[in-house]
């Protein structure tokens, strides 16, 4: 593996270090199985005194026998929820056609470059100064989008109760943490770029196949921002564009040290930091 870290740029690294140095903690969550045992009883021969006990405990009433259990389904979601709860599927829906009219749709665009701004999140709303203890306070939701036309982060919130929206923000150069897909799309630039070479490599290296879609990975990211002397020209603006680093992994392998590679969404280029 030395010789790999050696020969590719993008190192693969063994263990846990750049996930804990990019903060990004993989969770792993084990189901519990399924348990069952068959109590019968006996054919129509003589039975013991165990099973005459249990019979005449049966004929009792059964009152200390430990029942089986039940696993009851989940409830279903219901279309609107009260107070501080979560926001349920059909209200993020609801606040999602809302929040983006038709004007700010066609003239706006997301990372892949199609109509439409990109969805960064929908977060139920903190309560009004005057509302906190207001049982009958409305239900708000905050929807944040990244429009790649003008490197804008357009936030609005929705009154729910309403349907109306109540306020709406307009930022630049504020950079929120990356959407699912726009992690995807920068993995994609850089499998494409020249740059990728070594990323490829070291795939191939850990696992025998070719590297061609970030289907193939788990994928951390992090925004990045210009640092002066620490990069070339073409990263000067990162921080007012939307720029990413990745921390890729072989699923259910290694790390692979991507870190000396940023890639500029907004521009959909990718460097290599020199300082």
Not at 53 to 77: F, K, L, M, S, Y
Not at 103 to 119: I, Y
Not at 142 to 161: A, H, M, P, Q, R
Not at 209 to 224: C, F, N, T, V
């Amino acid at each position: 593996m030395r010789t790999t870290v050696r020969r590719h740029l993008g190192k693969v690294v063994a263990g846990t270090a750049i996930a804990v140095a990019a903060t990004a903690v993989m969770v792993g969550i084990t189901l519990p199985g399924t348990a069952g045992a068959d109590d019968s009883g006996g054919g129509k021969g003589g039975q013991s005194t165990g099973q005459a006990a249990g019979r005449q405990q049966g004929q009792q009433g059964d009152t200390g026998a430990v029942q089986p259990g039940v696993v009851e389904g989940a409830p279903a979601e219901g279309a609107k929820g009260k107070g501080r709860d979560p926001l349920t599927d059909d209200e993020i829906a609801r606040v999602e056609r809302i929040a983006l009219d038709r004007q700010q749709f066609a003239a706006s665009e997301d990372v892949d470059g199609d109509r439409g701004p990109q969805r960064l999140g929908v977060d139920l709303a903190e309560p009004a100064a005057g509302e906190v203890d207001d049982p009958a306070a409305p239900r708000r939701a905050v929807v944040s989008f990244y429009d790649y036309k003008d490197d804008t982060l357009v936030t609005k919130t929705v009154n729910l109760d309403t349907g109306k929206v109540e306020n709406t923000g307009t930022q630049h150069g504020v950079q929120p943490p990356l959407s699912a897909a726009e992690q995807n799309e920068a993995a994609s630039l850089l499998i494409a770029d020249p740059l990728g070479a070594g990323l490829k490599a070291d795939f191939k290296d850990a696992t025998g196949k070719e590297l061609g879609s970030p289907d193939q990975l788990q994928i951390a990211a992090m925004i990045y921002r210009a640092v002066p002397g620490a990069e070339p020209a073409v990263l000067d603006k990162c921080g007012e564009h939307r720029c990413v680093r990745l921390l890729p992994k072989v699923r259910n392998g290694p790390w692979i040290d991507a870190r000396s590679l940023v890639i500029d969404l907004s521009t959909r280029k990718v460097a290599r930091l020199t300082g």
